[in-house]
């Protein structure tokens, strides 16, 4: 289908276009920008929720989340004390740098540390649409199996980390955390992989410890906003 | 982005015409056609492979598979004994009408009762583009959570049938079948839920039957193809 292919390719440069825009005012502000994504229910929200509570006295944060359909889930993260900005895309598959924009009217970036861009529950789309970020994050799920890194290559091979939830499940859904693994060095040999359970709270300090050192590599503002 | 709008409404008007011509083409060969879809990892490749084992005695069955990367899912459901014809959209977020039109020459589509489409792992843009199919099944698992339906109602809205996976998994993942039908009841009140565990094999006789209710109901070939 190449029609289709060209018309993609027009709507991604004029986001690429925004989207650098974006990467400028962040480093301005000096605010770590991490881009959150995954397939639904993978549990990015579970992980937002822990961050906000674990990390509010080191770190002033704050997110931005895309949803389909209903604010749930940034109420969730209301609730655990992050502030956080409702993207309704109305059926959208993606947040897009000109949503991202809109968002961002509810915050001042010089007050803010890190700020967290939960994308729509989607392990295709969100990988084709820069938001201007530092750093870009998969969340993956022992029960969607050990494959997903093989099969769903592109957003892999762009992410910086990949947080794989819910490994207390890992048993009872026969996931091979050695086959998820491999698939993943076979993707992008350097990328990390951090076994977590947002519901046991195990292995989260490893994903804590990364926010921190993401912080630390994006640094203080570089000019006045 | 209303040009964003303008540019699917495009496509997707262009995909409606060849799904027409798909949906005629099925009629005429008198072959039921299920088009699956879901979140990555929900276990649509597992039902189709109990499918195979089950029903070969019964109907005359086959499958196309709708993957990013990989020819692994195809291989699985072979290994069951279904025939599959494998569709790699090269990173592509859903299947169209043209791409199973191009698969069907793998088929003499009068030699069959019933054919399954198993759309790529996405619960957001599969739902957008008519593969002419009689009917639309979602595959839903438990640990995706219980909030699916409400978070993603278009795919919920237009399908057919919900088929709730992974049930040996509902306790350990905190699911609550009831909130999960509740959801389902809100956007669609009449559309049914069967829930199955693949794994064990636990309530997929429900979706057999539901399976030969509908080849029922389309019949035999309207006329020659």
Chains 1, 2 share one sequence.
Not at 63 to 86: F, S, Y
Not at 96 to 114: P, S
Not at 121 to 139: K, M, S, T
């Amino acid at each position: 289908m190449p029609k289709r292919i060209r018309l993609d390719k027009a709507i991604v440069t004029e986001n690429d276009r925004l989207a650098a825009r974006l990467a400028d005012r962040y480093d301005r502000a000096g605010v770590l920008v991490v881009n959150l994504m995954s397939s639904p229910g993978a549990g990015k929200t579970s992980l937002l929720e822990a961050t906000a509570r674990r990390l509010a006295d080191r770190f002033r944060m704050a997110a931005i989340e895309g949803d389909l359909a209903t604010d749930r889930d940034a109420r969730r993260i209301i609730d655990a004390g992050m502030p956080c900005r409702q993207i309704n895309t109305s059926g959208g598959c993606h947040l897009n740098a000109k949503q991202v924009i809109q968002a961002l009217d509810a915050y001042r970036l010089h007050d803010l540390d890190i700020l967290f861009i939960e994308n729509v529950g989607n392990l295709v789309c969100p990988a084709a649409f820069d938001l201007g970020e530092h750093r870009r994050v998969v969340v993956s799920s022992t029960p969607e199996g050990d494959d997903k890194p093989v099969k769903y290559p592109v957003a892999f091979r762009l992410a910086d980390c990949v947080v794989l939830n819910k490994t207390d499940l890992a048993e009872a859904a026969g996931f091979s955390a050695e086959a998820f693994r491999a698939g993943v060095r076979d993707i992008k040999a350097d990328l990390p992989v951090l076994e977590v359970s947002c519901k046991t709270g195990e292995g989260l300090t490893g994903w804590f410890q990364w926010v921190a050192e993401a912080r630390k590599a994006v640094g203080s503002p570089a000019a006045a906003e």
